[in-house]
């Protein structure tokens, strides 16, 4: 199978496709980021025709306009502050699930395994929607304890509509992506370098601190990378979930390309996002590779 | 095996986190009450209603059809991608095939609503399936590349030498022997095709509903406990799915 025809024959066909409707659209958006807005939304013409002829009308000004407005700069440190705790919080839930099952003989494995997968595979918007059941203000679950502590005189807790609820809703659809690169992780672990710490006199807290955790940190880095991207650009779960002031960039975009239809200064902000969502997905595989040294 | 009890417990407690919600859903999908608050007693009123709702019909079958359409597509081109992987240096593919799942979905969904509204294709049924079929190429190719890895080289070769053509060798030896993994990146691309809702919301013209985008505006403006009967029956489905994959194919599960 060596002929040369062959590998185009194959490989040609889906990567003609992906050129097409991944590729070029991506490009498409890039020149669209430095175009002026349509008048009645979407884009203006690509060409001028003034006394000097016809030419490309490409400006920098949406660029201008994004890093001159501190508004948007605020709305991506906040969208990466919630897609940090998010993260943070999944490795926190996720972490002794890995674990426990990475430890229970093989033949559980599988079955645990799946338990955790099982939830993922059911539609992500249902699963988003649920929590609005949960964290109503009358729901069975705060109700009876929003009614307990108004004994006590307090006020009742409001989840819902609040940036907690986004956070909540983040940490639950997300959570299957951190368990997974870390089970791969801690699977490999070879059993005996606990027995080995555990005959120098290490407790239960210092075998897990200084042998079990940095030796699953390319794990822990992976899921970091997996968590953290798609929940950066979110934007159903802080229309679901969040109040006004759970927004995130993933919505302000979804506001440009529909609302405001400022095609152009969507494209911007899609720009920043992917950049800086690869930027630090690129910073964990980096981290990741080292760690493995 | 070190399996503390502080150790269960944690893990429990994320199990219960795991399966809460779609537990609550279920049940209150037989609630009768148009709250979603209180518990007032048993009905199916909800489903009846689900079965005479047109919107929602229309919506679960162009869903049916978008899935069904690019996932063949999808698992066709994505067979293809992986086997190219596997196989040849193309430096351009595993690139192609990883970019769409690792950068944000939003900048897909957008850039696509650009570039269809260009080239003047109306949005609707067909701008779906072709935006579905790119975001399911690269699972597929993955799942079906790694599928290749675990292969013995030696048994192509061997047909091979007893003079069978690459093609031959190929259709009789070494599909038959990926087709789990085919299988399982078909499933798969099913699955998020029919699940997908964020490329969907930008590809889709006001005439193409499909389920994820009719349960959004119900989620958004009127919180029906329909929404929990339509939950609880695409829950079943998908569980159906799944039993029905791990059937054909036992440990594709765990590639999603």
Redesign the interface.
């Known amino acids: 199978m060596g002929k040369r025809w062959h590998k185009w024959l194959i490989g040609g066909p889906p990567l003609l496709y992906l050129t097409v409707f991944f590729a070029i659209p991506t490009l498409i958006m890039l020149v669209a980021s430095f175009r002026h807005p349509g008048e009645f939304g979407g884009l203006a013409p690509i060409l001028t025709e003034d006394e000097a002829g016809r030419r490309l009308d490409l400006t920098t000004e949406n660029y201008v306009r994004f890093f001159s407005d501190l508004l948007y700069a605020q709305l991506f440190l906040k969208s990466l502050w919630y897609a940090l705790v998010t993260t943070l919080l999944c490795l926190l839930v996720a972490y002794p699930l890995a674990l426990l099952i990475a430890r229970s003989p093989k033949r559980y494995r599988d079955v645990l395994l799946l338990l955790v997968i099982l939830p993922f595979w059911s539609n992500f918007l249902i699963r988003v929607y649920a929590w609005i059941i949960i964290l109503g203000p009358q729901s069975v679950f705060l109700g009876a304890f929003n009614d307990l502590i108004g004994l006590a005189g307090l006020a009742p807790v409001q989840v819902l509509y609040t940036p907690a609820a986004v956070v909540i809703g983040l940490v639950y659809v997300h959570l299957p992506f951190m368990v997974l690169p870390l089970y791969a992780n801690l699977e490999k672990h070879d059993p005996a370098l606990l027995d080995a710490a555990q005959d120098l006199g290490a407790n239960a807290w210092n075998r897990f601190w200084r042998v079990t955790f940095p030796l699953s940190l390319p794990g822990v880095y992976a899921g970091g990378a997996l968590v953290f991207i798609p929940a950066f650009g979110i934007f159903a779960i802080p229309d679901i979930l969040g109040g006004t002031g759970g927004t995130m960039i993933g919505n302000v975009i979804k506001q440009q390309f529909l609302d405001s239809r400022d095609w152009p200064f969507g494209s911007v902000l899609s720009m920043v996002l992917t950049v800086v969502a690869v930027a630090l997905a690129g910073l964990a595989a980096w981290f990741a590779r080292r760690s493995r040294l | ?4 009890a502080w ?2 417990a ?2 429990l407690a ?2 219960a ?6 537990l ?2 279920v049940v ?1 999908s037989f609630n009768d009450s148009t ?5 007032i007693g048993f009905t199916l009123d909800w489903y009846r209603k689900l079965f005479r709702n047109e919107e929602m019909l229309t919506a679960a079958w162009n869903s049916l059809l978008i899935g069904v359409v690019s996932s063949a597509v999808a698992t066709v ?2 067979t ?2 992986g ?3 596997y ?2 240096r ?1 430096r ?2 595993p690139l ?2 990883v ?2 799942i ?7 969904g ?6 269809f ?2 080239i003047d294709l109306t949005l609707g049924m067909v701008s779906i399936m ?2 579905h ?2 975001f399911c ?1 690269g699972f597929v ?1 993955i799942v079906v590349r790694a599928r290749l890895a675990g292969l013995d080289d030696s048994l192509t070769e061997a047909a091979r030498d007893l003079g069978a053509t ?1 093609w031959q060798a190929f259709r009789l030896v070494t599909l038959p022997l990926i087709m789990p993994g085919v299988v399982a990146g078909a499933l798969m691309a099913f ?1 998020l095709s029919i ?1 997908d ?2 490329i969907t ?2 590809t889709a013209g006001p005439d193409s509903k499909t ?2 985008l009719v ?2 505006t119900m ?2 403006i009127t ?1 029906t406990p329909e ?1 929990n009967a339509v ?1 609880t029956l ?2 079943l489905v ?2 159906a ?2 039993l029905i994959a791990s059937r054909l194919s036992p ?1 594709s ?2 590639a ?1």
């Open positions: 095996m070190r399996r503390p150790l269960w944690l893990a994320a199990y986190f795991l399966y809460a919600p779609l609550v859903v209150y709250m979603n608050a209180q518990w081109l994505g293809m991608a086997y190219a992987m196989r040849f193309l351009l593919l192609m095939v970019a769409p690792a950068i944000p979905e939003i900048l897909m957008v850039s696509l609503l650009i570039f509204v260009m072709l935006a079929i790119a190429i190719a690459p699955t699940d809702f964020v919301f930008f389920l994820p349960i959004y989620v958004k919180v929404v939950s695409l829950m998908t569980l799915l799944i440990g599960l765990k999603r």
